[in-house]
């Protein structure tokens, strides 16, 4: 018998961009439904593979279209947030070098971090031990 291949029969993806380092949206059909999933992915550390991960929202085509009906509302609220100023946002090619410095160093406190993370949990461990 073949083995089986659900996963990519149920599944396929038309469109897919990265937003950010992390975040991407894809445009995909799952058991004939159209869904944009919109997802964090991360690096499986052993195969090295970008694999997607359990933060994210699949949202139905209606759900999706809903949310770009209200896209000017969200803008006023955020521009509302922002005191009455709409922020430009800069598209990645065109980012300016202090912006490139501070992702690099938010991408360098969230490693620090998670090192920080794993060693607890190997003292935590070793203590219990």
């Known amino acids: 018998m073949a083995p089986k291949r659900a996963a990519e029969s149920e599944s396929s993806t038309d469109f897919s961009k990265e937003l950010d380092k ?4 894809t445009v995909r ?3 004939g439904m159209n869904l944009v999933d919109i997802r964090e992915f991360y690096i499986d550390k052993v195969s090295g593979e970008k694999k997607p991960g359990k933060k994210g929202i699949a949202l139905s085509e209606s759900a999706w279209k809903e949310l770009v009906r209200l896209l000017d509302e969200v803008n006023d609220a955020l521009d509302a947030l922002n005191g009455g100023k709409r922020k430009k946002v800069e598209e990645k090619p065109d980012q ?3 912006e490139k410095k501070k992702e690099e160093e938010n991408d ?3 490693k620090d971090e998670e090192r920080e993370g794993n060693i607890k949990e190997r003292t935590v461990k070793t203590e219990e031990e």
């Open 22 to 25: 992390k975040k991407s949206v």
């Open 29 to 31: 059909q799952f058991n």
């Open 96 to 98: 300016k070098p202090d």
């Open 108 to 110: 360098e406190k969230e």
